[in-house]
């Protein structure tokens, strides 16, 4: 096989160019109007065959691809990739199955602490929230926060006094109370062990106009410390939209992730160091890999190019592509991101 | 004058090289061993030389400088960055002039809730607390979550409750009132706006064993809504440090510079755009501008370059450099980062 190398000539007029335009694309870029394309995940960790029953594996394909369809169908009719995100999300938190809202994992303390952000990557807005105990769909506080407050970032009381003022519907924190969670903090608090709930959820939409945004909703981990706050609510960590590279969602190890800067490196190894997604989200798995950690990325690119990448026993995932036909995977042998 | 253009053949193996190597020398980097170098700021804003009395300029300066020569004191007898970061901070925190510490501005409810952030180059450890209240330096804390818990990020009382563990002590909400910032708090209750306080301090230093460190701590905007996290506290957007690339610490309008990733984005122009340390932090910086944002950086390179850039009247700043004379400037006239 032979190729044509491609020549660049670098001056120091093409760097500041180049220097310019970057600062001059970021806002308000929409791609090319398409197909719209949506990915998903419920978490990485030690998803195995030989630990799953064939009723539980059933129950996370089904939900997978309730989610994703709530999703798609939002999109299909023309709406949009925030829509699109929340939609997808909200069904993942309303299951016992994932690590967000309903299925969230226990604190030290005993209680749910819930993160989730949003990032829109048409305008770079941005919502996130942290600390969470009464709201039932967090990844809907965070859009709320992004569109109806002057702040990106609100944590604990603050933000669900916020979600009162706008009649966002509280819970009770028995809501999040699951007997198999329960078990896991007892098991945790034995082992005096900080885990991954294995199980965050998050979703990456590009809709018919163009526009890329990017959602992720989590529990933290199992036995945390009140009060810790992991990657998902950090943009740039957890989730990241720029239509003018691409929308991340991560899941994992958060503190790795946090370091890592994960999501915004993989739209900056696009965006300035030209690599394609799926290298790039190759690349920063590997950089999280480096420092000890492990987990996940979901993305996608504004041409519609799906990139998934983990270094887990597997990752809970589906994505719907230009036949309108979801794909439901979980294992680290099945199709995109198998090794 | 002339120059020669450099010619890059980028290759599918080259683009692979480049994507093995980003990943796989993130960690432990040390940079070649060499002078000293620190730089700090004590925010911005608008800084004018109309608006300050001599006396008022003077306790600026004056203090800008223990600070800086509290860090770079630690850096001569061969501490390290961390240290001197940790250093040059508290001395600002433990200021009223700055918001920070002692001179943290007040939140809607007229409380008091503090962020802050600090990141290790060598290692990319990272730790940050938000919503302090009862802690004097919070820099030090969030030091404490990196060195000795297993998070990276911790709120509110978690974090007070995880400071009283190690013995930090703590503050009555008392010690943070001053009468400049209750004033401010109830001109903005007035007028029903949200500003910035003019004032987050931070410091990025590299040792003399080629080591970076940056670190941030802020009291946030007068009139926050309690819960709001700026960009302070969040890796990759307030404070960033690699020694692969550079250290950063950010000041300004929090919620611009979250959505603009700053602090990453400055490392990754550098890391993978090939742009050097100053047009980096200008293109950040132009980047918030294009959001509709205001404020400013510091920066340090690997090898000991200076960057400084801010969109505002004026930022308090100061560095010492090779000859080790503390150079201190606030206005936008005045020598580095002038405009």
Known sequence: MSFRPLRLIVTPAAILFVALSMAGTLVAQPAP???PMIVIHGGAGTILRSRMTPDLERRYR???TI?????YTVLQSGGSALDAVEAAIRVMEDSPLFNAGKGAVFTHDGTNELDASVMDGLHLRAGAVTGIRHIRNPISLARAVMERSKHV??????????AKELGIDTVPESYFFTQRRWDELQKALRA??????????GCVALDMHGNLAAGTSTGGLTNKRAGRIGDSPVIGAGTYADNGSC????TGDGEYFIRATVARTIAALME??????????DSAIARVGALGGTGGVIALDRHG???ISFNTEGMYRAYIGEDGKAVVEMYRDEGRGSK
Chains 1, 2 share one sequence.
Do not use: C, W
């Open 153 to 162: 970032m609100l944590a604990g009381a603050g933000a669900e006094r916020f």
């Open 67 to 71: 989610a994703i369809n709530a999703g």
């Open 247 to 250: 929308g991340v969602s991560a």
């Open 62 to 64: 089904d939900t997978l």
């Open 305 to 307: 190019r799906v990139g």
């Open 33 to 35: 109007a398409g197909k």
């Open 192 to 201: 005096d062990s900080v885990s991954g709930g294995h199980g965050t959820v």
């Open 272 to 281: 300035y160091g030209g690599l394609p997604l799926q290298k790039a989200a």
